[in-house]
């Protein structure tokens, strides 16, 4: 059974204070790590997909990268704005096709105070 | 941008009533999901469906859940029987392959 475990469950931040998110993982034969962000109220926004280890991507102050075991990502001099939860989906299998099920962590709430 | 659309935004029913769920996908995709997310825990995986049919289901997905695609563009989750412990946030989403795309939900209370 794929399993997802995020670290911290919460955070807090000052405005330009850079931190970093963790994703542990297990998974029978990863087909893409996912990065989503959750405002409240709202369902889960794609941030990124991540195949291999040693893959990273970026998006503004965000950087996403992968291991064989966990997927962290840096928020560099973060905003008030980016403030939300963050949730890290794992999404593996062994037969054909695309529409694998994502099995998601709990989430990590990061606040960014000005 | 497009966008998953799901509608009611909020649904309120009674124990043992019949609900039915409505989303949108995105036009061009083919994969279709429903997640669920109880009140502070994660989101959890229900149902797949592509090519008209179920892809995966979950041990959540029982008799009582069952979705359709009635035309080319709606996709629809129904609950035959609500019980209290289906309460949620329903999230619908679709993809062409990977990544996929989540609408806001409908939230579920059941009374």
């Known amino acids: 059974e794929d399993q997802v475990t995020q670290s911290p469950e919460a955070l807090r931040l000052q405005e330009g204070e850079s931190s970093s998110l963790n994703c542990s993982y297990t998974?029978?034969?990863?087909?893409?790590l996912f990065w989503y962000r959750q405002d409240p109220g709202k369902g889960p926004e794609f941030l990124f997909t991540l195949y291999s280890a040693g893959e990273e991507k970026e998006k503004e102050r965000l950087k996403a990268t992968l291991t064989k075991k966990e997927s962290f990502l840096h928020i560099t001099a973060p905003k008030p704005e980016d403030s939300a939860t963050y949730l890290c989906a794992v999404q593996g299998g062994r037969r054909g096709g695309s529409n694998y099920k994502l099995t998601f962590g709990k989430g990590t709430l990061l606040t960014v105070n000005p | 941008e497009p966008e998953v659309t799901q509608t009611p935004s909020h649904q309120v029913t009674q124990m043992g009533q019949e609900v039915i769920l409505r989303c949108v996908p995105i036009?061009?995709?083919?994969?279709f999901y429903w997640y669920r997310q109880i009140l502070g825990q994660k989101v959890e995986f229900l149902v797949s469906f592509y090519n008209n049919e179920i892809s995966e289901k979950s041990e959540i997905f029982d008799d009582q859940f069952s979705v359709e695609r009635p035309d080319g563009s709606n996709f629809t989750l129904k609950i035959r029987s609500t019980k209290l412990e289906d309460s949620a946030m329903y999230f619908c989403?679709?993809?062409?392959?990977?990544?996929?795309?989540f609408g806001d939900g409908t939230r579920l209370s059941i009374l």
């Open positions: 998974v029978s034969g990863l087909r893409g």
């Open positions: 989403a679709s993809s062409e392959g990977r990544p996929q795309h």
């Open positions: 036009s061009n995709h083919l994969y």
